[in-house]
Nanobody, 121 residues
Framework: QVQLVESGGGLVQAGGSLRLSCAAS????????MGWYRQAPGKQRELVAS???????NYADSVKGRFTISRDNARNTVYLQMNSLKPDDTAVYYC???????????????WGQGTQVTVSS
Protein backbone atom coordinates (compact mmCIF):
# COMPACT_ATOMS: atom_id res chain seq x y z
CA GLN A 1 0.00 0.00 0.00
CA VAL A 2 1.46 3.34 -1.06
CA GLN A 3 1.24 6.20 1.39
CA LEU A 4 2.47 9.79 1.46
CA VAL A 5 3.43 11.03 4.92
CA GLU A 6 4.15 14.71 5.54
CA SER A 7 6.05 16.33 8.38
CA GLY A 8 7.52 19.68 9.29
CA GLY A 9 4.59 22.00 9.72
CA GLY A 10 4.14 24.31 12.68
CA LEU A 11 3.81 27.86 13.94
CA VAL A 12 6.30 30.49 12.86
CA GLN A 13 6.49 34.27 12.91
CA ALA A 14 6.33 36.29 9.74
CA GLY A 15 9.71 36.34 8.05
CA GLY A 16 10.63 32.95 9.42
CA SER A 17 11.28 29.64 7.71
CA LEU A 18 9.95 26.11 7.74
CA ARG A 19 10.87 22.97 5.85
CA LEU A 20 8.22 20.43 4.93
CA SER A 21 9.00 16.83 4.03
CA CYS A 22 6.87 14.19 2.33
CA ALA A 23 7.98 10.59 2.15
CA ALA A 24 6.31 8.02 -0.06
CA SER A 25 6.28 4.50 1.36
CA UNK A 26 5.52 1.13 -0.20
CA UNK A 27 7.11 -1.06 -2.85
CA UNK A 28 7.66 1.92 -5.11
CA UNK A 29 9.21 1.57 -8.54
CA UNK A 30 8.79 5.09 -9.86
CA UNK A 31 7.24 8.45 -9.12
CA UNK A 32 7.23 11.10 -11.81
CA UNK A 33 5.89 14.41 -10.57
CA MET A 34 5.55 15.26 -6.89
CA GLY A 35 4.06 18.45 -5.62
CA TRP A 36 2.82 20.55 -2.74
CA TYR A 37 -0.64 22.07 -2.54
CA ARG A 38 -2.18 24.22 0.17
CA GLN A 39 -5.66 25.06 1.33
CA ALA A 40 -6.49 28.01 3.52
CA PRO A 41 -9.81 28.25 5.39
CA GLY A 42 -12.61 29.16 3.00
CA LYS A 43 -10.39 28.89 -0.07
CA GLN A 44 -9.82 26.31 -2.76
CA ARG A 45 -6.82 24.04 -2.70
CA GLU A 46 -4.06 25.52 -4.84
CA LEU A 47 -0.78 24.31 -6.29
CA VAL A 48 2.26 25.70 -4.49
CA ALA A 49 5.09 23.93 -6.31
CA SER A 50 5.85 20.77 -8.24
CA UNK A 51 8.93 18.89 -9.36
CA UNK A 52 9.48 16.13 -11.89
CA UNK A 53 11.76 13.15 -11.41
CA UNK A 54 14.26 14.93 -13.62
CA UNK A 55 14.22 18.01 -11.42
CA UNK A 56 12.12 20.43 -13.45
CA UNK A 57 10.21 22.73 -11.12
CA ASN A 58 7.10 24.86 -11.24
CA TYR A 59 5.98 27.45 -8.67
CA ALA A 60 2.93 29.51 -7.95
CA ASP A 61 3.61 33.19 -8.54
CA SER A 62 2.86 33.94 -4.90
CA VAL A 63 5.78 31.84 -3.64
CA LYS A 64 8.41 32.38 -6.33
CA GLY A 65 11.70 33.50 -4.83
CA ARG A 66 10.65 32.44 -1.33
CA PHE A 67 9.92 28.70 -1.56
CA THR A 68 12.13 25.97 -2.99
CA ILE A 69 10.96 22.48 -3.87
CA SER A 70 13.46 19.62 -4.07
CA ARG A 71 13.41 15.84 -3.97
CA ASP A 72 15.51 12.83 -3.14
CA ASN A 73 14.55 10.14 -5.65
CA ALA A 74 16.43 7.42 -3.79
CA ARG A 75 14.32 8.11 -0.70
CA ASN A 76 11.09 8.86 -2.60
CA THR A 77 10.94 12.09 -0.64
CA VAL A 78 10.02 15.63 -1.64
CA TYR A 79 10.82 18.75 0.36
CA LEU A 80 9.49 22.29 0.48
CA GLN A 81 11.80 24.91 1.95
CA MET A 82 9.73 27.95 2.85
CA ASN A 83 11.53 31.21 3.60
CA SER A 84 10.29 34.74 4.25
CA LEU A 85 6.96 33.36 5.33
CA LYS A 86 3.93 35.63 5.37
CA PRO A 87 0.61 35.36 7.22
CA ASP A 88 -1.00 34.70 3.81
CA ASP A 89 0.99 31.45 3.64
CA THR A 90 -1.07 30.07 6.53
CA ALA A 91 -2.80 26.92 5.31
CA VAL A 92 -2.85 23.15 5.45
CA TYR A 93 -0.14 21.91 3.10
CA TYR A 94 -0.67 18.66 1.22
CA CYS A 95 1.80 16.49 -0.64
CA UNK A 96 0.62 15.07 -3.95
CA UNK A 97 1.82 12.51 -6.47
CA UNK A 98 -0.35 12.19 -9.59
CA UNK A 99 1.05 8.75 -10.50
CA UNK A 100 3.08 6.16 -8.61
CA UNK A 101 4.14 2.77 -9.96
CA UNK A 102 4.46 0.24 -7.16
CA UNK A 103 4.56 -3.57 -7.17
CA UNK A 104 3.96 -3.54 -10.91
CA UNK A 105 0.79 -1.47 -10.68
CA UNK A 106 0.24 2.19 -11.53
CA UNK A 107 -1.84 4.11 -9.03
CA UNK A 108 -3.10 7.64 -9.41
CA UNK A 109 -3.75 10.81 -7.43
CA UNK A 110 -2.09 10.13 -4.11
CA TRP A 111 -2.39 12.70 -1.30
CA GLY A 112 -0.80 13.04 2.08
CA GLN A 113 -2.80 13.72 5.24
CA GLY A 114 -1.82 17.39 5.35
CA THR A 115 0.30 19.43 7.71
CA GLN A 116 -0.69 22.77 9.23
CA VAL A 117 1.48 25.81 8.63
CA THR A 118 0.58 28.90 10.63
CA VAL A 119 2.40 32.20 10.17
CA SER A 120 1.78 34.83 12.80
CA SER A 121 2.12 38.55 12.11
Amino acid sequence: QVQLVESGGGLVQAGGSLRLSCAASGSIFSINTMGWYRQAPGKQRELVASITAGGSTNYADSVKGRFTISRDNARNTVYLQMNSLKPDDTAVYYCNAPKIVAAGIAGYNYWGQGTQVTVSS
